[in-house]
């Protein structure tokens, strides 16, 4: 078993930034990938970003430019830095690691509001 803890998130105003923090703990296990989703009411939980163990990154359109997912392999976090931040990027956020026997996890989130 593998458990995700999310932190950092909170309200700020709309061109302000956050950081989030995972931190994934268990025993014997190695993660291949991990990742950021979101979810806004009444939508479906989207990617945001998604980092490899080989540090290879793939980021959602809508944060390209503006979002910056990092890890870190010895300690089991990932980050994500989230600058010039907008309304809509409004949601509770999902930290979500992919193990190398196939299985996933996820977090039970952090909320993160944009607004004046």
């Known amino acids: 078993q593998v458990q995700l803890v999310e932190s950092g998130g909170g309200l700020v105003q709309p061109g302000g930034s956050l950081r989030l923090s995972c931190a994934a703990s268990?025993?014997?296990?190695?993660?291949?990938?991990m990742g950021w989703y979101r979810q806004a009411p009444g939508k479906d939980r989207e990617l945001v970003a998604l980092?490899?163990?080989?540090?290879?990154?793939n980021y959602a359109d809508s944060v390209k430019g503006r979002f910056t997912i990092s890890r870190d392999n010895a300690k089991n976090t990932a980050d994500l830095q989230m600058n010039s931040l907008k309304p809509d990027d409004t949601a509770v956020y999902y930290c979500?690691?992919?193990?190398?026997?196939?299985?996933?996890?996820w977090g039970r989130g952090t909320q993160v509001t944009v607004s004046s």
């Open positions: 980092i490899t163990s080989f540090d290879t990154t």
């Open positions: 979500n690691a992919l193990i190398l026997n196939g299985s996933t996890y």
């Open positions: 268990g025993s014997a296990f190695i993660i291949n990938r």
